[in-house]
């Protein structure tokens, strides 16, 4: 029954047609929202300092859209503990013209830095009584629609050194929390220090125990910098919240982040959930003209191209091995040019005027086709800035050591920035693999490689090639590790691009002689060779993982050919098939078995 509901639940409950599947056309009544009440909460922004002042801007931002009912903050709301208070109210103006762009009602809650004299005096009530005249009072409650909230004062000594909840603050909060139960709705309890952590106030002893009797439901602090959550006590939650603005120096999975809090009443529980600063994003925050000028420098792959290759290093080695990268560009703006190896540095993205990262580089990475230990070097270089509708070519100047095993396929990434309509500076990720002059090298597994980026390249180890002479023939041994060999169906042999994207998973030939190149492309799965009548001879041989076949040239085929592409087309069983290479397709690999 459990499974039944709660199926009805998550599942729209959707009007059936006669045949069993869901009515198209259909209008379906959605169920009425369940939260009663949302409050939003501030943390602490001490010692923020300027640089802090943006997530505030941008919390702000973020809840005019969240739209919560009312906003509180848990204080800290300055740097403060001066002896100036002409200083105070300069930095107590910059918070307090923040929030009162807020769409909805704010309620201060007192903090140390607030309300403690740089003086170190205790007697010395300027800033608290300051505090008073310009921000509210130093402890108060507020009465919302089914919730009472109760903002307590956490430094009445103003000495930053003994926390004290004296008798009269503690004797208006029994009669708070009296007064809130008579109401009949649940309450929770705002302060700056989180008391219950402090023994001299006798959290445990005075004030838990008068907790859940009168239907408190959270107690939320600050002041640590650090968002946490201390355990539950009677059906009591306990929170600290971390920074919004204020000074952190850890990652965020130490509690240390710039972030907004929200408090959900939903049929009198509580449910507390946390944001980073500045997670909303407006409607207009990227533009069509902008996203235009995007795609037009990564859609055309003529935007950037590669002239010259590698050469195998080989046990030699390459020194300043030259290529280089003629960038165009086609959009309306200047763009910046940068051109860098992908060697896992760089892998995150900062949105510039945004608290947000991007980690999509280091997401996208397949280690299946890039290598990112790659051996090769490109010397640094500066930006280039190309005008709008110019190009430029970009020299580039390559090092690699000696190696014992060929060199996989580098990918490089050209970096195109330009300013955005909003001053914003956007870059642009365009991969290409540097070319590499292939030579089959009698007895060596050369990788076939996936020479142009897909989304849809597979996590399979690359394919491996073996050449070697057998009398005048040419043998080659592919293996390729493979978790699911596609097989043929009878669709897969009505298609008219079986050669070139086949359903299933296929070995191609192609020898390059002085015409067009002679290609052939066979099929695993049911023993089909496509192409010229006569050809190669193929044979699938025995494979522990995938699968693995032999293919022998004969002499007559070898005469006259200048090089050879060897290519898998990898399946999957999916509607993409995935091709990789020995060579890129207008550069092939070069014979370097002997042939006549």
Same mark, same amino acid.
């Given at each position: &029954?459990?499974a039944?509901?709660?199926a009805?639940?998550?599942?729209?409950?959707?009007t059936n047609?006669?045949d069993? /599947?869901?009515?198209e056309?259909?209008?379906?009544q959605a169920?009425?929202p369940k939260r009663?009440?949302?409050?939003?909460i501030?943390?602490?922004?001490t010692?923020?300092?300027?640089?802090?002042l943006?997530?505030?801007?941008?919390?702000v931002?973020?809840?005019?859209?969240?739209?919560?009912?009312?906003?509180f903050?848990?204080?800290?709301?300055i740097q /403060?503990?001066?002896?100036?208070?002409?200083?105070?109210?300069?930095? &107590?103006?910059?918070?307090?013209?923040?929030?009162?762009?807020?769409d909805?009602?704010?309620?201060?809650?007192?903090?140390?830095h607030?309300?403690i004299?740089g003086?170190?005096?205790p007697?010395?009530?300027?800033?608290a009584?300051l505090?008073?005249r310009?921000?509210?009072?130093?402890?108060?409650?507020?009465?919302?629609?089914r919730?009472t909230?109760?903002?307590l004062y956490?430094?009445?000594?103003?000495?930053?050194r003994?926390?004290?909840?004296g008798?009269?603050?503690?004797t208006?909060?029994?009669?708070?929390?009296?007064?809130?139960?008579?109401?009949?709705?649940?309450?929770?309890?705002?302060?700056?220090r989180?008391?219950w952590?402090?023994?001299?106030?006798?959290?445990?002893?005075r004030?838990?125990p008068?907790?859940?009797?009168?239907?408190?439901i959270a107690?939320i602090a600050?002041?640590?910098?650090?968002m946490?959550?201390?355990p539950?006590r009677d059906?009591?939650q306990?929170h600290?919240?971390g920074?919004?603005g204020?000074?952190?120096?850890?990652?965020?999975?130490?509690?240390q982040?710039?972030?907004?809090? &929200?408090?959900?009443?939903k049929?009198g529980?509580?449910e507390v959930?946390?944001q980073f600063?500045g997670?909303?994003?407006?409607?207009?925050?990227?533009?069509?003209?902008?996203?235009e000028?995007?795609?037009?420098?990564?859609?055309?792959a003529?935007?950037v191209?590669?002239?010259g290759?590698?050469?195998?290093?080989g046990l030699?080695?390459?020194?300043?091995?030259p290529l280089?990268?003629?960038?165009?560009?086609?959009i309306?703006?200047?763009i910046?040019?940068v051109?860098?190896?992908?060697?896992?540095?760089?892998?995150?993205?900062?949105v510039?005027g945004?608290?947000a990262?991007?980690?999509?580089?280091r997401?996208?990475?397949n280690?299946?086709?890039?290598?990112?230990d790659?051996?090769?070097?490109?010397d640094?270089m500066?930006?280039?800035?190309?005008a709008?509708r110019?190009k430029?070519?970009?020299?580039?100047s390559?090092?690699?050591?000696?190696?014992k095993?060929p060199?996989r396929?580098?990918?490089?990434v050209?970096?195109?920035?330009f300013?955005?309509?909003? /001053?914003?500076?956007?870059?642009?990720?365009?991969?290409?693999?540097?070319?590499?002059?292939r030579?089959?090298?009698?007895?060596?597994? &050369?990788?076939?490689?996936?020479w142009?980026w897909t989304?849809y390249?597979?996590?399979?180890?690359?394919?491996?090639?073996?050449?070697?002479?057998?009398g005048?023939?040419?043998?080659l041994t592919?293996?390729?590790?493979?978790?699911?060999?596609?097989?043929?169906f009878?669709?897969a042999?009505?298609r008219?691009?079986?050669?070139t994207n086949?359903?299933?998973?296929?070995?191609?030939?192609?020898?390059?002689g002085?015409?067009e190149?002679?290609?052939?492309?066979?099929?695993?799965?049911?023993?089909?060779?496509l192409?010229?009548t006569?050809?190669p001879?193929?044979?699938r041989?025995?494979?522990?993982?995938?699968?693995?076949?032999?293919?022998?040239?004969?002499p007559?085929?070898l005469? /006259?050919?200048?090089?050879?592409?060897?290519?898998?087309?990898?399946n999957?069983d999916?509607f993409?098939?995935?091709?990789?290479?020995?060579?890129?397709?207008?550069?092939?690999?070069?014979?370097g078995?002997?042939?006549?």
């Amino acid at each position: &029954m459990l499974a039944l509901l709660l199926a009805w639940i998550c599942v729209p409950p959707f009007t059936n047609a006669p045949d069993g /599947g869901a009515r198209e056309g259909q209008v379906v009544q959605a169920p009425s929202p369940k939260r009663d009440l949302r409050l939003a909460i501030l943390p602490d922004r001490t010692t923020g300092r300027d640089w802090g002042l943006p997530y505030l801007d941008a919390a702000v931002e973020d809840l005019n859209r969240l739209k919560p009912d009312v906003v509180f903050c848990v204080g800290d709301l300055i740097q /403060g503990y001066t002896r100036r208070p002409e200083v105070w109210q300069s930095q &107590m103006d910059a918070y307090l013209s923040r929030v009162k762009a807020l769409d909805m009602p704010w309620y201060p809650t007192a903090g140390n830095h607030d309300v403690i004299a740089g003086t170190r005096d205790p007697n010395d009530r300027r800033f608290a009584e300051l505090y008073r005249r310009e921000v509210g009072p130093l402890w108060y409650a507020v009465d919302l629609d089914r919730l009472t909230t109760i903002i307590l004062y956490s430094d009445e000594n103003l000495d930053d050194r003994s926390i004290q909840l004296g008798d009269e603050q503690f004797t208006w909060l029994k009669g708070q929390l009296d007064r809130a139960k008579s109401r009949g709705v649940p309450t929770i309890l705002l302060m700056h220090r989180p008391l219950w952590r402090y023994r001299e106030v006798g959290w445990d002893e005075r004030v838990h125990p008068l907790l859940a009797p009168s239907g408190t439901i959270a107690v939320i602090a600050g002041h640590f910098h650090s968002m946490q959550r201390d355990p539950d006590r009677d059906g009591v939650q306990y929170h600290i919240l971390g920074t919004c603005g204020g000074a952190i120096d850890q990652h965020p999975l130490t509690g240390q982040l710039q972030h907004i809090s &929200m408090l959900d009443l939903k049929d009198g529980a509580a449910e507390v959930w946390h944001q980073f600063a500045g997670a909303t994003l407006p409607g207009d925050f990227i533009v069509a003209e902008d996203q235009e000028r995007a795609f037009n420098l990564k859609r055309d792959a003529k935007t950037v191209t590669i002239a010259g290759s590698l050469a195998e290093p080989g046990l030699r080695g390459l020194e300043d091995a030259p290529l280089t990268v003629t960038v165009s560009n086609p959009i309306d703006q200047p763009i910046t040019a940068v051109v860098r190896l992908r060697d896992g540095s760089g892998e995150e993205w900062i949105v510039p005027g945004e608290p947000a990262v991007s980690r999509t580089p280091r997401d996208t990475h397949n280690p299946a086709v890039t290598d990112l230990d790659t051996p090769i070097t490109l010397d640094s270089m500066a930006p280039v800035t190309i005008a709008p509708r110019s190009k430029a070519t970009i020299p580039l100047s390559i090092d690699c050591p000696a190696l014992k095993d060929p060199l996989r396929a580098p990918e490089a990434v050209i970096e195109l920035s330009f300013t955005d309509s909003k /001053g914003r500076t956007v870059p642009v990720a365009v991969r290409r693999r540097l070319p590499i002059a292939r030579t089959l090298i009698p007895g060596v597994p &050369m990788p076939l490689e996936e020479w142009e980026w897909t989304p849809y390249a597979t996590d399979d180890a690359p394919p491996t090639i073996v050449a070697e002479r057998a009398g005048e023939s040419l043998i080659l041994t592919v293996r390729v590790p493979d978790d699911r060999v596609a097989e043929s169906f009878p669709a897969a042999t009505k298609r008219r691009d079986r050669a070139t994207n086949p359903l299933v998973d296929a070995l191609a030939i192609r020898l390059y002689g002085a015409g067009e190149p002679a290609s052939w492309t066979w099929e695993p799965s049911t023993g089909s060779v496509l192409g010229m009548t006569s050809g190669p001879t193929f044979e699938r041989v025995p494979s522990t993982d995938g699968w693995s076949a032999r293919c022998t040239i004969p002499p007559g085929l070898l005469k /006259g050919i200048r090089g050879i592409n060897i290519g898998v087309a990898d399946n999957d069983d999916t509607f993409h098939t995935q091709w990789r290479w020995l060579s890129p397709n207008e550069l092939p690999a070069a014979l370097g078995v002997n042939h006549r």
